[in-house]
Each structure stands twice: as structure tokens, then as C-alpha cells.
């Protein structure tokens, strides 16, 4: 059975588009949001999260308007979104407010996943598209630390947002991993249609 592998259709190869310009600057907004949650700042960290989920959406949008459609744009995009989770887990973990384990189960996807890059390299992809169900993993993760953040007691002590935040974030995980298993089975079936 043959896999045709995923084409995708770009506007454009330019770098310095407006929806990629964002996508910059959400990545420079990364140690920012790390600092502000370390330092206690979280009300002002989780409004950060607000502003640049929104800037996330925007960046979509724009790509689509404008028809600036990237394949830089969407690499930025995903790898974005991994660091804001990655580095929303790091920064609670050293607070103390999300335990060591929950660090390694969604650092573990990110590993696994970097481990099929040398197979689809050789179809001469570096990624595949962006499933519905990692989408959803990574919206459920980027609200969930949020939650989890203010119903800390170190924080606001929220109780409604703490319980709320874990079920996100187990939701998240295991949406998370779903997508990441899909991923693992898109490539050994490339693999599998090579003569």
C-alpha cells in the first residue's frame, strides 16, 4: 500500500512576513514569561500567555489573509508552543508547584518525536502537519499551567483552579501522547511504502 507523503502548498518563502514576525516575537516572549512566573509575578505571567495565544491564533489568520503562508511559519508555529509548555512545566517545577514526573511524561513525547526525524528525513521532510488531536493536547496544556499556577497555594490559592488545571493537564497529556502515537505510526507507514 503506498503513503503518499503530506505535500503542502506555501504563499510564500519570504522570513520576515507579519504572521512569522509574530511568531518571532512569541519566542522572544519566552524567558519573560519564565522570569515573571520565578519571580512571583503570576497574575502578570498568565495575562503574558493571554496575549500571546491570542498573537497564536492572529498568526494563523494573518498567514491565510494575507497569503503569507510559510513553511518557516509553520515550523515556528509548533515549535512555539512546545517551549511555552516545556518551559511553563520547568519554571513550576523549580517553584514547586508541578511535580518532576509531569515534566518527564511531556518531555518524553518531545524526545520519541525528535527520534523520527532521521526517517523522515530521508522522504525529505523534516516534520509532519500538525494533527487535530496534538492541537488539542496543546491547547488543553497551554490552559491547564495557567490554572495550575493560580490555584498554587504559593500563588492565589484558587482551589477551583487547581482541581480545573490537573484536569486539563491529564487531559492535555493524554491527548498529547495520542497525537504523538499517530505521528510514530504516519512515519513507519512512509517508511513502509519505500520500494
Keep these: 500500500m503506498h503513503v503518499p507523503t503530506p505535500v503542502q502548498e506555501?504563499?510564500?518563502?519570504?522570513?520576515?512576513?507579519?504572521p512569522n514576525v509574530l511568531s518571532f516575537i512569541r519566542l522572544l516572549g519566552i524567558p519573560v514569561f519564565c522570569w515573571l512566573i520565578l519571580a512571583g509575578h503570576d497574575v502578570s505571567a498568565v495575562v503574558l500567555l493571554m496575549v500571546f495565544g491570542v498573537t497564536d491564533w492572529f498568526d494563523g489568520f494573518?498567514?491565510?489573509?494575507?497569503k503569507q503562508r510559510s513553511a518557516l511559519g509553520a515550523k515556528l508555529d509548533p515549535?512555539?508552543?512546545?517551549?511555552?509548555?516545556?518551559?511553563a512545566v520547568i519554571v513550576?517545577?523549580?517553584?514547586?508547584?508541578?511535580?518532576?514526573?509531569?515534566?518527564?511524561?511531556?518531555?518524553?513525547r518531545d524526545v520519541m518525536?525528535?527520534?523520527?526525524?532521521?526517517?523522515?528525513?530521508?522522504?525529505?521532510?523534516?516534520?509532519l502537519p500538525v494533527n487535530r488531536v496534538g492541537k488539542l493536547g496543546t491547547m488543553l496544556l497551554l490552559v491547564a499551567f495557567p490554572l495550575i499556577l493560580l490555584g498554587?497555594?504559593?500563588?492565589?490559592?484558587w482551589e477551583w483552579?487547581?482541581?480545573?488545571g490537573w484536569a486539563f493537564a491529564w487531559t492535555g497529556a493524554a491527548a498529547y501522547w495520542a497525537a504523538g502515537t499517530l505521528y510514530v505510526r504516519a512515519t513507519i507507514q512512509l517508511n513502509r511504502s519505500d520500494p
Excluded at 517553584?95 to 509531569?102: L, Y
Aim: glycine share 4%; net charge positive.
Design 113 to 127: 518525536l525528535a527520534l523520527l526525524v532521521p526517517a523522515l528525513k530521508r522522504h525529505g521532510i523534516v516534520a
Design 79 to 87: 515549535v512555539a508552543d512546545r517551549l511555552y509548555i516545556l518551559a
Design 161 to 164: 483552579a487547581h482541581w480545573t
Design 62 to 66: 494573518l498567514a491565510r489573509r494575507l
Design 152 to 157: 498554587a497555594e504559593s500563588s492565589l490559592g
Design 10 to 18: 506555501w504563499d510564500t518563502d519570504a522570513v520576515l512576513t507579519v
Design 92 to 108: 513550576l517545577v523549580i517553584r514547586g508547584i508541578v511535580p518532576w514526573w509531569f515534566l518527564v511524561i511531556l518531555l518524553a
